[in-house]
């Protein structure tokens, strides 16, 4: 067991980083509220784990504890109304709030906080996947999606792509960056599929310049195994673990039943009395290549667990550009699975469990991704805080993570807390993590 220690003040580092990414966009000396506060306010929202705009502000807006309580992080006179606060976070920029995930992960980065969780020493593993966040037949606007409902009616829907960097044991998931899944100046009518698609190269390329030393391992859904991807993420010098399915990969896997001679395999039964089973295949082409093409070859894994009465309890396969090999044939598959992580602790956690990102907290102009922004940046935040070993006590004090920052929200709002040091663990945050 490791323990990294990394200590130090969050919330003034924290203030300090929005000062340094997000641009004030109104005229100076007319404001009521700075940016900083009216950011604050957003992340308090989904840091407290209140379900809109409008309960927070009936909680805290006036609130002379709640102002006390604040005070202890930010310098502000009173907390915004809702619309005050929908009409300051309208302008702020999708890269400003990426900007923000990356200054809080170069923080961690040079910390070397999860320098051990790096598969084969190397590779920091990147879980990315879509997720709808809003959907109406009535609300719309210019850059919202549309599809036709079987009644012959319009939905219009917004969505998000979002890369967050995670282990081969999925025991976290922190959010990366993330990119609007919507129309633009140039777009017309959009299946998701295509515009999801699209998002991921623009995700890509903006990881690509937000870390450009950073070597990552991508790992997607089966959507994202197509050659302008695949080509993509080899050109950025990065590598891939990508599910492969015989309904969209039709060449690569006929290629590797013909080619059956390559096939390798290895097994093994765990210590619950579970077979594993492993086959695979190395460099077999993606599709099928003209002549005067440069094909793509990747390798193929197959991997499958049977109980003890002989029943097929999971099955998946993977294609990689990584060389497979009996030693890390276990690895591999650990990845491919880890990839599930984004699905049960980003997206769960925020439309379920608190954070409300499917709510509407707005829906003009750039508000959905704002406010999608901010519940990326609130997640980072308490998730490293249960990293650290008194804050992961705390939570533990009282069930979930969930229920702990409900009950904090509940405090802040009812009396003010007195500053003894050590007496309420997140005014002095500090990072412990524990590789085990």
């Given at each position: ?25 109104r005229?100076k ?23 809109s ?11 002379p504890?709640?102002?006390k ?5 930010i310098?502000?006179?009173d ?6 606060l929908r ?11 990426n ?32 997720t ?23 939905t219009?829907?917004h969505?998000q ?8 044991s ?13 129309k633009?100046?140039?777009s ?7 515009c ?15 870390f450009p030393?950073?070597s990552f ?13 695949v ?27 013909y ?5 390798q395999?290895y097994e ?9 089973k ?17 094909e ?15 029943e ?22 650990q ?16 439309k379920k ?46 069930g979930?993570k ?6 904090l ?8 807390i ?7 663990p997140?005014?002095y ?8």
């Open positions: 067991m490791t323990i990294f220690k990394f200590a130090y003040r969050m919330w003034p580092n924290l203030i300090r980083a929005i000062t340094n990414n997000i641009q004030e966009h005229v000396g007319r404001c009521s509220y700075t940016i900083e506060q009216a950011v604050f306010c957003g992340l308090m929202v989904f840091v407290l784990r209140y379900r705009l409008r309960s927070f502000c009936f909680e805290n807006k006036n609130n504890r709640s102002l309580n604040f005070q202890k992080w310098t502000i006179s907390v915004p109304s809702d619309d005050e009409y300051i976070l309208q302008c702020v920029s999708t890269r400003s709030l900007n923000l995930l990356k200054e809080y992960h170069q923080r961690i980065e040079r910390n070397k906080i999860l320098y051990q969780q790096k598969i084969f020493g190397k590779y920091e593993s990147i879980s990315v996947d879509g709808g966040q809003l959907s109406s037949s009535k609300l719309k606007g210019e850059k919202y999606l549309t599809k036709k409902n079987t009644t012959g009616g319009t219009y829907y969505g792509l979002l890369a967050s960097l995670t282990n081969t999925a025991n976290y998931a922190l959010p990366l960056q993330f990119e609007p899944i919507e633009n100046e140039s017309t009518e959009y299946s998701k599929n295509d999801e698609l699209n998002a991921g190269k623009r995700l890509f390329e903006n990881l690509k310049k937000q030393k950073r391992l991508i790992l997607a859904d089966n959507l994202f195994g197509v050659d302008p991807i080509n993509q993420i080899l050109n950025f010098g990065w590598s891939f673990v990508i599910t492969a399915k015989p309904e969209r990969n039709k060449e690569l896997f006929l290629m590797y039943d080619i059956h001679e390559k096939q395999n093994y039964k765990n210590s619950d009395g579970v077979i594993c492993f086959k695979w295949s190395n460099k077999l082409p993606l599709k099928y290549y003209p002549k005067n093409e440069n793509i070859l990747v390798n193929l894994l197959f991997y499958e667990e049977i109980n003890s009465e002989g097929v309890i999971f099955c998946s396969s993977w294609m990689t550009n990584l060389e497979i090999t009996s030693d890390n044939v276990k690895k591999l598959a990845v491919g699975r880890a990839r599930f992580v984004i699905e049960n602790r980003n997206f769960n956690e925020q469990l608190g954070f409300g990102t499917e709510h509407n907290f707005g829906h003009r102009e750039n508000l959905p991704n704002v406010f999608f922004g901010l519940a990326q940046v609130a997640q980072l935040i308490t998730e490293m805080f249960r990293f650290w070993r008194t804050g992961k006590a705390e939570i533990n004090k009282i979930s969930r229920r702990y920052f409900e009950r929200a509940v405090q802040i709002s009812s009396y003010e007195l500053d003894s040091g050590n007496g309420f997140i005014f945050l500090k990072f412990d993590f524990d590789s085990a």
